[in-house]
Nanobody
Framework: QVQLVESGGGLVQPGGSLRLSCAAS??????MGWYRQAPGKQRELVAA????????DYADSVKGRFTIFRDFAKNTLYLRMNSLKPEDTAVYYC?????????WGQGTQVTVSS
């Protein structure tokens, strides 16, 4: 059974940091990524990484502040988020892509507020 389980969300003040984790099991993904969805908005790509971990891509709004990386031994995807802003508030979803289909985690809430 393929599973993606996120953790690490929470409430943080503006300028703070969080690290999201996504534990993957059941398959090896070609690419993985983090998406987010704020209330009333469409889900958007935040960051993505290839299977080898050598190629990454970021939304312009998070470049220089967020870092995506993989721990292959633990089969876990991470998103390190620094200098958080109120506009980063959203539910963050882990995504994994195989030849057959996309898989999604259940989401983890990130709230940036003073």
């Amino acid at each position: 059974q393929v599973q993606l389980v996120e953790s690490g969300g929470g409430l943080v003040q503006p300028g703070g940091s969080l690290r999201l984790s996504c534990a993957a099991s059941g398959t090896i993904f070609i690419t993985m990524g983090w998406y987010r969805q704020a209330p009333g908005k469409q889900r958007e790509l935040v960051a993505a990484i290839t299977r080898s971990g050598t190629t990454t891509d970021y939304a312009d709004s998070v470049k220089g502040r967020f870092t995506i990386f993989r721990d292959f031994a633990k089969n876990t995807l991470y998103l390190r988020m620094n200098s958080l802003k109120p506009e980063d508030t959203a539910v963050y979803y882990c995504n994994g892509v195989t030849i057959e289909r996309d898989y999604w985690g259940q989401g983890t809430q990130v709230t940036v507020s003073s």
